[in-house]
């Protein structure tokens, strides 16, 4: 059975740090570019952040997280980290942790930034 088990969320003030954590199980972690994508109140789900669980460990984020979010991954335990920095309110959201490719998705843990 695939599972992806996310945990980290919670509520924080603006300007400060979350790191979530995401448990992946069931497939081949190594054969998938994994990352984390967020939905936050009456807005579309956005793609965050990916990475490469293979040895080339490419990586990519969106716009308006860069320089403030890392993507990590330790894929002898299949596990991807999302490190979340000067945390801001537009930063609330839902996170989920899936394959980039849309295929397997987590449940979701929700993070919320106050002002």
């Known amino acids: 059975e695939v599972q992806l088990v996310e945990s980290g969320g919670g509520l924080v003030q603006a300007g400060g740090s979350l790191r979530l954590s995401c448990a992946a199980s069931g497939f081949t972690f190594d054969d998938y570019t994994i990352g984390w994508f967020r939905q936050a109140p009456g807005k579309e789900r956005e793609g965050v952040s990916c990475?490469?669980?293979?040895?080339?460990?490419?990586?990519s984020y969106v716009d308006s997280v860069k320089g403030r979010f890392t993507i990590s991954s330790d894929n002898a335990k299949n596990t991807v980290f999302l490190q979340m920095n000067n945390l801001k309110p537009e930063d609330t959201a839902v996170y989920y942790c899936a394959t980039c490719d849309g295929h397997y998705w987590g449940q979701g843990t929700q993070v919320t930034v106050s002002s």
């Open positions: 990475i490469r669980s293979s040895s080339d460990g490419r990586i």
